[in-house]
């Protein structure tokens, strides 16, 4: 199965913004729930934001605020929006995807996920 590409990782200083990218190249996630989860040094990995194939959001709480998901069934991607970056939102991004017939679908849970892609790092500085 081809993996998703991510990209738009980098260094930003504390208070800046990014937005990440996930392309689905070689299949479709029309149909597909996806999920953005991190993974800091050390730590296991966590959920950050998912959305449904009918464009249902769902965040972890201590984010909701700062970080957006959305998608693009046209183009196979998926977006996560990252304001107001914080040094603890360090980490390697990875998004994640999962075929499901309910289009309100949606999972914090990671090995629910079928799919993932390769991950990209952000790094913020203070």
């Known amino acids: 199965q081809v993996q998703p590409v991510v990209s738009g990782g980098g260094l930003v200083q504390a208070g800046g913004s990014l937005t990440l990218s996930c392309v689905a190249s070689g299949r479709t996630i029309s149909e597909s729930a996806m999920g953005w989860f991190r993974q800091a040094p050390g730590k296991e990995r966590e959920f950050v934001a998912a959305?449904?194939?009918?464009?249902?959001?769902f965040y972890e709480l201590s984010l909701r605020n700062r970080f957006t998901i959305s998608r693009d069934n046209g183009k196979n991607t998926v977006y996560l929006r990252m304001n107001d970056l914080e040094p603890g939102d360090t980490a390697v991004y990875y998004c994640a995807g999962v075929d499901h017939a309910d289009p309100e679908y949606y999972s914090n849970y990671a090995p629910y996920y079928e799919f993932w892609g390769q991950g990209t790092q952000v790094t913020v500085s203070s």
């Open positions: 959305i449904s194939w009918a464009g249902t959001t």
